[in-house]
């Protein structure tokens, strides 16, 4: 079985200041990860993923997450918000198996100040 | 291309009336997940097919819940007899191969159980 915390259910930034998001995993096997973004009434949106290649992973918008197996984590940072990056964030963890679902943590509403 | 389309988009139901919802994946991929998410919280994993298998339903929340996809492409989750904490966001999403390792989601029905 596969869980994800997500620390923060909200964060609030200033534009231009450092975004950093994080979460941290259960797994009894090596996971897939992932950050999704949800806007307002739309579906998630995939921001990166890790699927055992580099450890730092880089996505879209200027995301980027770490894998650190040592720390069971998969943080998301971005070096400067934006006002558009203003958004839900889930991180989800699958197993490395043919059809196996996403659990994903609570969220992190992110805030984003002028 | 086109991505994953759900209908409706919302939904307004009397409680013990049942409601079907629609999902249509990227055409071609083999893998089509169902999700629900409850206000504030993240996506929880429902139902899987490949192709036209129902190859997990563990996450059905009760006898209530019913999902086929009969020709492997589109798919329909329905729920019967609604009850309030069946209202949520239902989303959909599908994957090219059987390891689902990058999901496409759908924008989600809102479905409203009054």
Known sequence: AQSVTQLGSHVSVSEGALVLLRCNYSSSVPPYLFWYVQYPNQGLQLLLKYTSAATLVKGINGFEAEFKKSETSFHLTKPSAHMSDAAEYFCAVTLRAAGNKLTFGGGTRVLVKP | ?114
């Open chain 2, 1 to 114: 291309g086109a991505g994953v389309s759900q209908s409706p988009r919302y939904k307004v139901a009397k409680r013990g009336q049942d409601v079907a919802l629609r999902c249509d994946p990227i055409s071609g991929h083999v893998s089509l997940f169902w999700y629900q998410q409850a206000l504030g919280q993240g996506p929880e994993f429902l139902t899987y097919f490949q192709n036209e298998a129902q190859l997990d339903k563990s996450g059905l929340p009760s006898d209530r819940f019913f999902a086929e996809r009969p020709e492997g492409s589109v798919s329909t989750l329905k729920i019967q007899r609604t009850q309030q904490e069946d209202s949520a966001v239902y989303l959909c999403a599908s994957s090219s191969t059987g390891v689902s390792y990058e999901q496409y989601f759908g924008p989600g029905t809102r479905l409203t159980v009054t």
